[in-house]
């Protein structure tokens, strides 16, 4: 399950529970607000109020949010050259991604949009077809419906240059490298190697990816982590477990999502950006640079949770009482 789909499971669960106690409803399924932390030196930690997004993105020194409505919001850092900041308006936007200096959407009907540094955008994709995107310092990279990858922007170090074929499952992008997950649950990276951040480990149980700066960390299906590359923070040394569900990585640090919606963090910590709220009610996570991202929602008490359980079960002990 996604990490939106669980959020709005969880959100819809608490709809119900109000309801049922007669409180005031949660108005839609989806509520969930943005808690952000770490260096805040352009204001990109200043997170917009409200509990209506439903995913976040970290850039180098700005941040963005995907509304429900499907429009996007960004704040932070916001050079006039450039225009970080300056995100594309209207809604049906469905994802979203940042990269050092510029931003990539994704729409409803397999478009992309872009915004920001014009490195980074040079050559993107036009036309339907996408399924996937991702962001890296000056480059982005695109999974297509038929599986293959398309790749575009700065190339200096073979970074945009995706390997041929079209069983690709999942992608991510670094400052100067791009990994790969192939359908088979393999992995494949290309661009910069200098720190060994295209030695990726063997096997075929790797479920999603996230790249750093010179570094990439990745989760298994048994919900285990592995890390390789600069290893300078401590940022490949990767916490032991199996119930992480979702995992992301900035400049030195990583963060990661576990199954009771709390989070960890670990690595590069000197604008603590390591250092992760307390909570279990957390659902989406976003890091770059030396800031993070994450969604929370309401956390339903014991009781709640209990009366929604009643719920489910009230027809099938109305059923039996019956044949009595």
Same mark, same amino acid.
């Given at each position: 399950?996604?990490?939106?789909?669980? +959020?709005?499971r969880?959100?819809c669960l608490?709809? %119900?529970?109000?309801?049922?106690?007669?409180?005031?409803?949660?108005? /839609?399924?989806s509520?969930?607000?943005?808690?952000?932390?770490?260096?805040n030196d352009?204001g990109?930690t200043?997170?917009?109020?409200?509990? =209506?997004?439903?995913d976040?993105?970290?850039?180098g020194?700005? $941040?963005?949010?995907?509304?429900? =409505?499907?429009?996007?919001?960004?704040w932070g850092a916001?050079?006039n050259?450039?225009?970080?900041t300056?995100v594309?308006?209207?809604?049906?936007?469905v994802?979203?991604e940042t !990269?050092?200096n510029? !931003?990539?959407?994704?729409?409803?009907?397999?478009?992309?949009?872009?915004? &920001?540094?014009e490195?980074?955008?040079?050559?993107?994709p036009?036309g339907?077809?996408?399924?996937?995107?991702?962001?890296?310092?000056?480059?982005?990279?695109?999974?297509?419906a038929?599986?293959?990858?398309r790749g575009?922007g700065n190339?200096g170090l073979?970074? @945009?240059?995706?390997?041929e074929g079209?069983g690709?499952?999942?992608?991510?992008a670094?400052?100067?490298?791009?990994?790969?997950i192939?359908? =088979?649950? $393999?992995?494949?990276?290309?661009g *910069?190697?200098?720190n060994?951040q295209?030695?990726v480990?063997d #096997?075929?149980?790797?479920?999603?990816? %996230? %790249?750093g700066?010179?570094?990439?960390i990745a989760?298994?299906?048994?919900g @285990?982590?592995a890390g390789?590359?600069?290893?300078?923070?401590?940022?490949?040394?990767?916490?032991?477990?199996? =119930?992480?569900v *979702?995992?992301v990585a &900035? /400049? #030195?640090?990583?963060l %990661?999502?576990k199954?009771?919606?709390s989070?960890? &963090?670990w690595?590069y910590?000197?604008f !603590?950006q $390591?250092?992760?709220?307390a909570?279990?009610n957390f659902?989406?996570?976003a890091?770059?640079f030396?800031?993070?991202?994450?969604?929370a929602?309401p956390?339903? $008490?014991?009781?709640?949770l209990l009366?929604?359980?009643?719920?489910?079960?009230l027809?099938?002990?109305?059923?039996? +009482?019956?044949?009595?």
């Open positions: 399950m996604s990490m939106r789909m669980r +959020m709005l969880y959100a608490l709809t %119900a529970a109000n309801l049922l106690l007669g409180l005031a409803a949660v108005p /839609k399924c509520a969930a607000w943005i808690e952000a932390w770490g260096i352009f990109q200043d997170a917009p109020p409200g509990n =209506d997004f439903i976040v993105a970290a850039g020194a700005w $941040s963005a949010a995907l509304k429900e =409505d499907g429009s996007i919001v960004a916001n050079n050259r450039i225009g970080q300056q594309p308006l209207g809604y049906g936007f994802d979203i !990269g050092g510029f !931003g990539l959407a994704l729409k409803e009907d397999g478009s992309l949009a872009g915004w &920001g540094d490195i980074g955008l040079e050559g993107m036009t339907n077809g996408v399924a996937r995107i991702a962001a890296g310092g000056m480059h982005g990279l695109a999974l297509m038929d599986g293959s990858l575009w190339n073979g970074q @945009s240059d995706v390997p079209d690709f499952i999942a992608i991510a670094a400052t100067f490298h791009s990994v790969a192939r359908a =088979d649950g $393999s992995l494949v990276a290309w *910069d190697n200098r060994n295209l030695e480990p #096997g075929n149980d790797f479920v999603a990816i %996230a %790249a700066a010179q570094h990439t989760l298994r299906a048994d @285990s982590l390789w590359g600069q290893n300078v923070f401590g940022q490949c040394d990767v916490p032991e477990g199996d =119930d992480f *979702d995992i &900035g /400049k #030195g640090h990583n %990661a999502l199954s009771d919606g989070l960890i &963090g690595g910590n000197s !603590g $390591s250092d992760v709220p909570g279990n659902v989406a996570i890091a770059n030396d800031h993070s991202l994450a969604l929602v956390e339903p $008490s014991t009781l709640l009366l929604i359980g009643l719920t489910f079960l027809p099938f002990i109305r059923r039996r +009482m019956k044949r009595r």
